[in-house]
């Protein structure tokens, strides 16, 4: 099973606009199907996130860039709930292999809630979001070799290649330039919305610092410019001062 507290702990209380703070659950559940929904709920397909393996049995340990990650969301009276299902995969060393949960990351698991809460604020807030917006989820590792289908449940049950002929435009997952990897998200800030995270050791997506940031330079630019200023007014009053003294 999937360590639940730890995704918990992650998952923002949300803060949009004139709603006030809300709170929203996670829960697991391994028999969610794509595109099987309750009336009112939504769906949330990620594709391609990095996860670890290892078998039950011979204790192989092995990764994939290609894990997926069903969410089924819905909001009612003030507060969401989520449901999430991790398509799992068998190991291809053993001849009656187990299908074997995924364990992700800090940075995957943060970078997978952060696309979570940008679709919660899509579809319950009315938030605009735009496909550029979700981040990448293979952060952490270089995945080489094919992804094997046999063993993964996920491609065993359609799951790939139905969120991908079914699923709208806007839930597909598009990379992201190399420049705009490197920069802080600030779709949440701009929107309005203030996370309530409980705290942890690791950069979360969910923050920012980039208007500080921006602060501290236009002010450092602005005192260069004004010593620059003062240097040349004092140089030319030492000048004027020689020039005008008393002739002997």
């Avoid at 639940?4 to 803060?15: K, N, T």
């Avoid at 929203?24 to 990095?50: I, M, N, Y």
């Avoid at 989520?82 to 001849?95: G, H, I, N, T, Y």
Wanted: net charge positive; glycine share 6%; with cysteine.
């Amino acid at each position: 099973k999937l360590d639940l507290q730890a995704w918990s702990l992650i998952l923002p209380q949300l803060h949009v606009g004139s709603w006030g703070p809300e709170p929203w659950t996670l829960q697991e559940d391994d028999t969610l199907q794509v595109h099987v929904l309750k009336p009112g709920w939504k769906e949330f397909v990620q594709r391609r996130a990095l996860g670890r393996f290892q078998c039950s049995q011979c204790f192989h340990e092995w990764s994939s860039a290609k894990v997926h990650m069903l969410f089924h969301m819905s909001r009612r009276r003030g507060q969401g709930t989520v449901w999430m299902r991790a398509f799992r995969q068998a190991c291809r060393r053993c001849p009656d292999p187990r299908l074997e949960e995924p364990k992700f990351s800090q940075e995957t698991m943060e970078r997978l809630l952060h696309n979570l809460v940008l679709k919660i604020l899509k579809y319950f807030y009315h938030v605009p979001v735009q496909p550029s917006d979700l981040l990448e989820v293979v952060v952490d590792a270089l995945v080489t070799g094919p992804h094997n289908t046999a063993c993964c449940e996920g491609c065993q049950l359609g799951v790939c290649s139905v969120s991908q002929r079914l699923a709208p435009a806007s839930d597909a997952w598009e990379p992201l330039m190399d420049a705009d990897k490197a920069r802080t998200h600030h779709t949440l800030k701009r929107q309005g919305m203030r996370p309530y995270a409980t705290p942890t050791h690791h950069p979360s997506p969910f923050g920012s610092n980039f208007p500080w940031k921006c602060c501290c330079c236009i002010g450092s630019s602005f005192l260069s410019v004004l010593a620059v200023l003062l240097f040349i007014l004092l140089y030319f009053t030492e000048k004027y001062s020689v020039c005008s003294g008393p002739m002997y």
